[in-house]
């Protein structure tokens, strides 16, 4: 008989512990969907009411020269216009010294230069590189808070996942 009440013991021991957890996990989730919910919400009135709410977007432009060891890796050529990445040295040096990410997607290529677009949710940028020179400009734009909560909001610029 002694070993009857251990095990019902046990028993209801574990039922309060799983019961406890899905109490636990279920006010989590909750609240995690109430701030999802109210942030959707948010950004619903604040895109309905866009021309009502001023923005004054920051623009940072940038100059350099690419080095003459990486000037072979996109010096023109006949090809035709394409769209492909940029050579993985040439992108590396573009991340470390631009302040640029995501310098390894497609980019435009023509005879006399590489554009490489750079849209992201609240803000826009892009890189151009002219093929003869090697010559780097960079403009990023950031257009607030505020734009980067409707971007997500709408999915735009935001990738794959959170499509």
Not at 40 to 52: P, Y
Not at 75 to 90: E, G, I, Q, T, Y
């Amino acid at each position: 008989m002694h070993g009857t009440t251990t095990t019902a013991r046990a028993r209801r021991s574990r039922k309060a512990f799983w019961l406890k957890q899905l109490h636990t996990w279920h006010w989590i989730s909750s609240a995690i969907s109430l701030v999802g919910l109210l942030l959707f919400a948010i950004t619903g009135f604040t895109l309905n009411h866009a021309a009502d709410i001023e923005g004054s977007p920051q623009t940072v432009e940038r100059a350099a020269q690419l080095p003459a060891p990486l000037l072979p890796a996109i010096r023109p050529d006949d090809a035709p216009d394409a769209k492909k990445p940029l050579p993985p040295m040439v992108a590396e040096w573009v991340e470390d010294n631009l302040d640029v990410t995501r310098a390894r997607a497609d980019a435009e290529w023509s005879a006399d230069e590489i554009y490489l677009a750079l849209p992201r949710p609240g803000g826009d940028g892009w890189v151009a590189i002219d093929r003869a020179s090697g010559a780097i400009t960079t403009e990023q734009t950031s257009r607030g808070w505020i734009a980067w909560l409707n971007d997500l909001h709408k999915g735009r610029n935001s990738g794959t996942v959170w499509k």
